[in-house]
């Protein structure tokens, strides 16, 4: 899947419009190889925790640099601490967590179907919103960017944040960086 996804910063009195969710956590923790492979190549393996339920995400490098927009891979895993063994096994360690607060609200809009993101991080004093939209290949990601622009217009939002939350977490002293 290609993830066609903006992040802006907003104002503390943003609200996210009808159908939001509950305030849910988001656990992640990152793994790379030992020599740090993964982010040298623009890579992230990410373990999420969220509601019980726990995935497996693999991400490649951005195929907007704009937006930070990347095609990723992601599967439901039953076991965390399995899956946490298991990668430990293959080669790969923690390198970074942090958690997030965020509540939802999914709505339709020029066509596409979005999911609209309220986004607290326990590193970051600010309010992010993310504006995302799953699409199945590279140009269907790309043309949804304008659509995502357009809405985010709509309710406010402005300015854009490209920089990655794992990028945020580490400028914020987080995580140890692979040698």
Known sequence: MFEAEIKFVAGPDFR????????????????DAE???LAAAGREL?????????RLTAKAPPFDA??????????????AEAAA???GMLGFQPVLAYAKRCRRARLRTDGLDVELTAVTVDFDPRLF????????TREQALAALPAIRALAEGLGLAEECAE??????????LGTPPA
């Open 129 to 136: 919103v993310e504006i995302e939209h799953l699409a199945a």
């Open 85 to 87: 063994a298991l990668l």
């Open 35 to 37: 020599d740090g492979r």
């Open 164 to 173: 990655a939350y794992t990028d945020l977490a580490r400028a914020a002293g």
């Open 16 to 31: 996210l419009p009808e159908g939001t969710g509950a305030v849910v956590l988001v656990e992640d923790v990152y793994y």
């Open 66 to 79: 704009a937006t930070a927009s990347k095609p990723e891979h992601e599967t439901a895993v039953a076991d």
């Open 46 to 54: 990410r373990l999420r925790r969220e509601g019980g339920r726990t």
